[in-house]
């Protein structure tokens, strides 16, 4: 069982275009993180939220994280061939941390 | 300063062999996690060191694998007996805090290492 879903699994977007990943869980997360992934390298942070309702900006990118603290958003506006790559929320929980399956983006110029 | 750093970054071993992978964690950080990728897939979480408590091994796939993790800071994941479902990558990461302390559970991840098992 999957703690963390994300959705969609897979996203091929033409360059320019808007998209949204969704996290979702029935659980309740202290904090949620995004990471994103490129082919051959470890994941790397791109932000955590902590507080229920939190809405963080990185350039072209909104995290949100819902206000019951078990899901969260990551919108992409513009988006460009370089925001290709597996995008992965993740949260802990006592002495484990879960990760969502990824969404897969591929943005076509 | 530096990062997570994990040795070796590519292994190729024979069904059936031992394998030990490193993990050096960013200095300072208190937790230490291993996870399993296999290509194209999510994270599967492995087994996770807060300081020099003994961690929960419930995690891991079998017996065959184990970590153990010195003074607070380097760990080792061995794999006995490796089978060909072992091969994947194998990703270590670290965090100040533990899991549940907010903002302070950020995780670091290394390169991972690249095991292939023939």
């Known amino acids: 069982t999957q703690l963390l879903e994300q959705s969609p699994q897979f996203l091929s977007i033409q360059e320019g275009e808007n998209l949204t990943v969704y996290c979702n869980s029935s659980s309740v997360f202290s904090s949620l993180q995004w990471y994103r992934q490129e082919p051959g390298e470890g994941p790397v942070l791109l932000v955590t939220v902590v507080t229920g309702g939190e809405v963080k900006k990185l350039k072209r990118l909104t995290f949100q994280f819902g206000d019951a603290r078990k899901d969260s958003s990551l919108h992409i506006t513009a988006a460009q061939p370089g925001d290709t790559g597996l995008y992965l929320c993740a949260g802990g929980d006592f002495n484990k941390f879960y990760f969502g399956s990824g969404t897969k983006l591929n943005v076509k110029p | 300063g530096a990062g997570v750093s994990q040795s070796p970054s590519n292994k190729v071993t024979e069904k059936g062999k031992d394998v030990e992978l490193r993990c050096d964690p960013i200095s300072g950080h208190t937790a230490l996690y291993w996870y399993r990728q296999s290509l194209g897939q999510g994270l599967e979480f492995l087994i996770y060191f807060q300081g020099n408590s003994a961690p929960d091994k419930s995690g891991l796939p079998s017996d065959r694998f184990s970590a153990e993790r010195t003074g607070g800071s380097v760990s080792t994941l061995t794999i006995q007996r490796t089978q060909q479902e072992d091969s994947a990558v194998y990703l270590c990461?670290?965090?100040?805090?533990?899991?549940?302390?907010?903002?302070?559970?950020?995780?670091?991840f290394g390169p991972g290492t690249r095991l292939l098992v023939l």
């Open positions: 990461a670290s965090s100040f805090g533990a899991p549940g302390t907010g903002g302070q559970e950020t995780q670091y």
